[in-house]
């Protein structure tokens, strides 16, 4: 069974059921879906390209500092508003729309790694999420991650919870990060971590 016989799938940016059983699909027939933090409509088409040469489905992602850039780092982006990081994801997903049919592959539209600091980045993504949905039936983006890893477990899970309840009647796909990160990750070091603490255990979850 190929990808393009998973309900829904379709060149261009793919979001809900159909965004879900693409990922399903990967897993279950072994295959990675990469997905490329993108600063520039240059790096958007890079990918795309590379996706078509090969014949895959790709993700394009933005980091809040990445979405920052996509805007213009002239723009302000005041500390507690992140109005540039959130005008610059709006602006690639809406890019990403516009141009990946072109391309002839499925697309997934994800934004990355979002600290507890970085809520209203991700705040202002959801909300035109939801006007997305309110014109069109579906999101914006396929996917968005919360890394609250930083924070203790319980708060973690309670702050996802919340969002997810949000983003459910969009259909909307939420990643967290629970445990620790390894390495450097948006100005977050463990990279001094020991091994054994890197990893989520089943009593975590």
């Known amino acids: 069974m190929s990808f393009w016989d998973v309900p829904g799938v379709k060149a261009g940016v793919i979001t809900g059921d159909a965004a879900w059983g693409l990922l399903k699909h990967a897993k279950e027939h072994g295959y990675a879906i990469p997905a490329f933090n993108c600063t520039s409509t240059s790096t958007i088409n890079s990918v795309l390209e590379?996706?078509?040469?090969?014949g895959r489905p790709v993700m394009i992602q933005f980091s809040e500092g990445g979405s920052a850039f996509m805007a213009g780092k002239g723009l302000p982006n005041e500390k507690g508003v992140l109005q540039s990081s959130i005008l610059g994801a709006i602006a690639g997903a809406q890019f990403t729309r516009a141009v990946a049919p072109a391309y002839g592959i499925p697309?997934?539209?994800?934004?990355?790694?979002?600290a507890k600091k970085l809520l209203p980045w991700f705040d202002g993504m959801l909300e035109a999420d939801e006007a997305y949905f309110q014109a069109y039936g579906e999101p914006l983006f396929s996917s968005h991650m919360l890394d609250l890893s930083e924070e203790p477990d319980e708060e973690n899970i309670a702050i996802c919870q919340k969002y997810l309840k949000r983003m459910a009647p969009m259909k909307c796909i939420l990643e967290m990060e629970i445990g620790i990160t390894g390495g450097v990750e948006d100005g977050v070091d463990n990279s001094g971590m020991a091994k054994e603490k890197l990893?989520?255990?089943?009593e975590d979850v």
């Open 199 to 202: 990893y989520s255990t089943p």
């Open 50 to 54: 590379a996706g078509k040469r090969l």
């Open 107 to 114: 697309v997934l539209v994800h934004s990355d790694h979002c």
